[in-house]
């Protein structure tokens, strides 16, 4: 079995003549290489918007104003008869749900110990958190945020780089002598105290000779 999505779009010419427009959708899983599916369980087909898809622009508020028809066709042969068969369905945008996935089919019973299909969930859906922007407004969005990351790490690893350059300036500059030096230790206070004393001694010295030649006298 094969499946294949294509998206056709009402386009007017130049001329004024009204023409399908034809876009192949990519989908996965890609069954243009495979010759047949093996359906073991319950396939997800599933197309990725990305800068290929017509739908990269599209938006939740213009999905319902887009004049679109989605088209799934899946061709395959019949084991029973031995013949090719082929199914086809289509989707308009009033039938396509945004921000909605499909319920799991796929069942454990843990009292029989087997897995079940459960058909009755086959086109149930449950909403989730989807923002309602574009693909393309979203890509840019995170390449905006990817350009400040790298912005705010070129000013970190900058400012880091000019504080160790700082820092090896700063270990570079010469130190000032110390007066402290094993155990002689020759402070500025004993200094002070040193020349004070030494003046006190000169002063004794002259009262003392001053006192003794006055004596004689």
Known sequence: SQISAKLLRGKISLEGEVYQEMHSLTINPDTTSESCI????????????????????????NLTREHFELLLVMEGTNETSNKT??????????????GHRFEQL??????????EINFSAFHSTYEVDIPPHSARQLDQGERTRESGRKQMENSIREMMEKDRVNMNNHSKTPKR???IMGEDRLTIASVSRANSNAKMKMSNNCLFDSSASTATA
Do not use: C, G
């Open 85 to 98: 068969f082929q199914a086809r369905t289509s989707y308009l945008p009033n039938e396509i749900l945004w």
């Open 38 to 61: 093996f359906f073991v369980w319950p396939l997800d087909i599933v197309h990725v918007i990305d800068e290929k898809s017509p739908l990269y622009d599209m938006t939740e508020t």
């Open 177 to 179: 002598p110390s007066f």
């Open 106 to 115: 796929q069942l454990y019973r843990q009292d029989n110990n087997k897995f």
